[in-house]
């Protein structure tokens, strides 16, 4: 999110096996940290001011602890070393994690099926407002 609005989302099939929904996470967390370190080096270039450090929202409590903890311990020695870009990311700053509660979900507008009031929650969260013309 920028100023209240989503600029950017993902849905992407992982390309390994996870062997936990911690590991899924942590994995998914570290594909978002290089996106919000991408775009915030675009955002740079254009002069537009980015506070510091991104916040990530994760809606997995181990995965931020595993995150969180520079320790390599047995439930983080089988991951793939590409998969630790977001323990270093959180390590030097530049991203900081935050429990996101799974109601809480923005995205799950454009990923998942949802009743009608949770879809017009979801769409006034992210900012999307009704329009008054109407089509007929």
């Known amino acids: 999110m920028l100023n209240g609005s989503p600029i950017s989302w993902c849905s992407k099939k992982q390309p390994v096996v996870a062997l936990s929904s911690c590991e899924a996470e942590y994995i998914a967390g570290s594909y978002a940290a290089c996106q919000g ?9 254009l002069m537009i001011p980015v506070t510091t450090p991104l916040l990530l929202k994760i809606d997995n409590v181990s995965a931020i602890n595993l995150s ?20 270093d990311m959180v390590n030097k700053g530049r991203i900081a994690l935050t429990y996101c509660n799974t109601e809480a979900q923005l995205a799950d507008i454009f990923t998942k099926a949802v009743k009608i009031n949770r879809f017009e929650w979801l769409r006034k969260e992210i900012g999307v407002r009704t329009s008054a013309v109407s089509l007929s």
């Not at 370190?37 to 270039?45: A, C, G, M, N, T």
């Not at 047995?74 to 870009?85: A, L, M, P, T």
């Open 68 to 87: 969180k903890n520079p320790v390599s311990h047995g439930r983080s020695k089988h991951i793939e070393v590409r998969y630790h870009f977001l323990r």
């Open 37 to 45: 370190v991408w775009l915030e080096e675009i955002l740079k270039e």
